[in-house]
């Protein structure tokens, strides 16, 4: 009986899972047989899921477009300046939270948790506001600084959680053998770390990647723009360009997709681990 009721249990799981499988791959199934479809046959119905015309015409479009390469080219600039400059100040604010006690520590760390729970739209006339006072609208520096301001939080709770794990020894070890705590820092803890450093870098590049609202709002000319708003820009007064536009969501999945794979190892490490100790 007891046999029986495990195996009931399996069953439902896997049900389940397939289920959840279901409603999770049907979309990225979609968005994929819609690139490769003329506009007229996306919404035929009943839907044609095997076509004589499956082509690249829409992947020929869209690469062959030099605005929409430049959609891609400011997307991976934006997105990596975004990550590296996170990683380094989240790098040294997560080492300080984790190595020394000083006075406003619980504060700022409460600070910090705060802000995470601000939706980010509710700040959009705010931040508009601080980038012209800047004069830095429809600039690269536009959008780095205004993700780095919603990545960092994630990224200085996660380091430090992570940063908590690695035993003070050594530190003690470096600053014995006559080294500085700035040499314990690179060239011990940061290696050590790589694994949480590499989940919160993906963390931040995706969330870099996909932003749309405020790439949006903080450019105005197409040479700014970024994927997301670029897959918007295809959406004429008179027509949709819906094959395009998923050849353009499949492409601007691809690079997600590659760092998931390429860092799973230490992405499941690194979030694991940081969840352990804070």
Do not use: C
């Amino acid at each position: 009986m007891v046999g029986r009721k495990k195996w009931y249990a399996k069953v439902v799981i896997i049900i389940a899972l397939v289920i959840g499988a279901f409603f999770a791959g049907f979309p990225v199934l979609w968005m994929v047989r819609s690139s490769f479809l003329p506009n007229p046959q996306i919404f035929a119905l009943p839907p044609i899921w095997i076509s004589d015309t499956f082509s690249l015409d829409a992947y020929r479009a869209v690469l062959t477009n030099p605005m929409q390469i430049r959609f891609f080219l400011n997307s991976y600039l934006i997105a990596m300046l975004v990550v590296v400059f996170t990683l380094i100040v989240a790098i040294l604010a997560s080492y300080s939270f984790s190595r020394f006690n000083f006075k406003g520590k619980s504060f700022i760390n409460t600070f910090i948790i705060s802000v995470q729970a601000v939706p980010p739209i509710t700040l959009l006339i705010p931040y508009m506001s601080l980038i012209l006072f800047l004069r830095i609208f429809n600039t690269y520096w536009a959008l780095i600084l205004t993700y780095m301001l919603f990545t960092l939080p994630y990224a200085i709770l996660m380091l430090t959680g992570y940063m908590n794990t690695l035993p003070k020894d050594l530190d003690e070890a470096v600053l014995i053998d006559g080294g500085s705590r700035r040499v314990a820092l690179w060239r011990i803890l940061v290696p050590t770390a790589i694994p949480g450093l590499v989940s919160v870098g993906m963390y931040t590049f995706m969330l870099s990647w996909n932003e749309y609202l405020f790439a949006l709002v903080l450019t105005r000319t197409n040479d700014m723009r970024t994927v997301p708003v670029g897959i918007n820009l295809l959406m004429g007064q008179h027509a949709f360009e819906w094959n395009q536009m998923m050849a353009m969501s499949v492409l601007g999945s691809l690079p997600v997709l590659a760092l998931f794979l390429f860092f799973q190892r230490y992405f499941i490490a690194g979030m694991t681990s940081g969840s352990v100790k804070s």
